[in-house]
């Protein structure tokens, strides 16, 4: 892809694009052998591919609309393409090209199914559960008694809370913790001692409240595989997996499954008897619960199985599989560890599906990564429509000062993913929660509905982005 600081030489952002667009694009040489090379050198081709390809026509292919399964098919028989060009081809392969009008390139990003409804919709609270000392189930079904779509377990919403009616209200994402049905949705909420929303939810919610509740999201969800299935989890990240827990039970599932949770005692442990009752409804399931401070109350073979922590001698000693699609939920470094272990374990990449609570892990090609607290911009505030940042908790008025969306982020040091900043490459895709925005400039090719490009889009009403 042409590089975004082509636009910075040449002082226009909209560089790359054009570039991409008139199919003049540039590329990399693969070195076979080191040595000198330097300006006035001649340049002589001494072969030619099995299918005599252009650099242009395979970029165009990935980068503008219109390509054919059949050109995709030629270019995947070039035994010098990457594999991760590869791999975008076969996805955008498996994608129905003939009936592909606005719904995003899966070459360039895995774009969900778009959402079931735009906005928020009002939902009531018909039940409230504590699931353990800090974390509390809440079921919600809709005001208006129309059926939901059945949403994909792993998934999660957002909830607008109006927790002072003096000021803006206040939006926190949950992961659904229930078997997808259509007349409710439970999300279960651990609560913090500083934490807004959950403060809220916990403690001042009652049964038959209304809330704001967006569509259903997240493409944290189960892959269609035989592998067995690692379900992962420590603290209320057990939430988006208990729903893939449900899913599997719900369609008797005869693949291998395991549910391996952390807690840090009885107490703490949200789900205990849900998730051993779902456990012994599946044939080949096997569960394994470890508490890291255990009280003396605590039993091991009735609450839980071992002391400690998660880890990959654990994995290795009960004998889970490397083959294995692991599901993980739960905090950061826990994550981390668990993602770092299961690479060096050689379990491959793919197989790997994390859900992250609050911010996006931030992608910024060619500058050292800083990390800050989400914060309102500098300067006086704007008169615009209200942009949100639903996982970063921040709410701010549009100011045209800014370019994009992706600038505003910058500014309120909102984590954002970017590569070109000019449409091409859907990097800084990012889920469109609530709100409309135009694009200028128009991308190459746009992002499937209930996405938004924030490199190259303005707001023309309220947004909600899920950032």
């Excluded at 980068?63 to 995947?76: D, F, N, V, W």
């Excluded at 353990?132 to 909830?159: E, H, I, K």
């Amino acid at each position: 892809m042409t590089c975004y600081r082509v636009g910075i030489r040449m002082n226009d952002p909209r560089m790359a694009a054009l570039l991409v667009a008139h199919h003049r694009p540039g590329f990399y040489f693969r070195v076979l052998q080191e040595g000198n090379v330097g300006a006035g050198d001649d340049i002589v081709k001494i072969a030619d591919g099995s299918e005599r390809i252009t650099v242009a026509e395979v970029d165009g292919l990935l980068y503008l609309p219109g390509h054919s399964r059949e050109e995709l098919q030629r270019a995947l028989r070039v035994p010098a393409l990457s594999e991760g060009w590869q791999g975008s081809f076969h996805a955008m392969l498996q994608q129905d090209l003939s009936s592909k009008t606005g719904a995003g390139n899966p070459g360039l990003a895995y774009e969900e199914q778009a959402p079931a409804w735009t906005g928020f919709r009002q939902m009531q609270v018909t039940r409230i559960h504590k699931e353990s000392d800090n974390v509390t189930s809440f079921v919600l079904a809709p005001v208006d008694g129309q059926p939901l779509p059945v949403f994909q377990a792993g998934q999660f919403v957002v909830l607008r809370l109006l927790v002072d009616p003096n000021k803006i209200a206040v939006l926190r994402s949950y992961s659904l913790s229930d078997l997808p049905a259509t007349d409710h949705l439970r999300i279960s909420v651990k609560g913090e001692l500083n934490g807004i929303g959950s403060s809220f939810l916990c403690n001042r919610v009652r049964e038959g409240d209304v809330l704001d509740v967006s569509a259903p999201r997240g493409n944290f969800t189960l892959r269609g595989s035989q592998n067995p299935a690692v379900l992962l989890s420590a603290g209320v990240g057990a939430t988006p997996v208990m729903a893939m827990l449900h899913a599997l039970a719900a369609e008797k599932s005869q693949r291998e499954i395991w549910w391996i949770h952390g807690a840090r005692n009885r107490a703490d442990h949200a789900f205990a008897e849900e998730s051993r009752s779902l456990l012994k409804q599946l044939s080949r399931a096997r569960g394994l619960i470890v508490y890291s401070r255990p009280a003396a109350t605590d039993h091991v073979g009735a609450d839980y199985d071992a002391p400690g922590h998660i880890d990959i001698a654990l994995l290795e000693r009960i004998g889970v599989s490397r083959n294995s699609d692991f599901y993980l939920c739960g905090p950061s470094s826990f994550l981390k560890n668990m993602r770092d272990g299961l690479g060096n374990w050689g379990v491959l990449a793919e197989n790997v599906h994390t859900e992250i609570f609050g911010s996006v892990e931030g992608f910024t090609p060619g500058m050292e990564r800083v990390d800050h607290t989400p914060h309102l911009p500098q300067g006086p505030p704007g008169s615009g429509p209200v942009v949100s940042f639903a996982r970063s908790g921040i709410t701010v008025a549009w100011d045209p000062k800014f370019g994009n969306l992706l600038e505003l982020a910058e500014a309120c040091d909102v984590p954002v993913r970017w590569s070109c900043r000019t449409g091409v490459c859907h990097t800084c895709m990012t889920g469109l929660i609530g709100g409309s925005i135009t694009y200028n400039p128009e991308p190459l090719e746009r992002p499937a509905p209930g996405n938004v490009l924030v490199c190259c889009s303005q707001p023309n009403a309220g947004v909600t982005l899920d950032l």
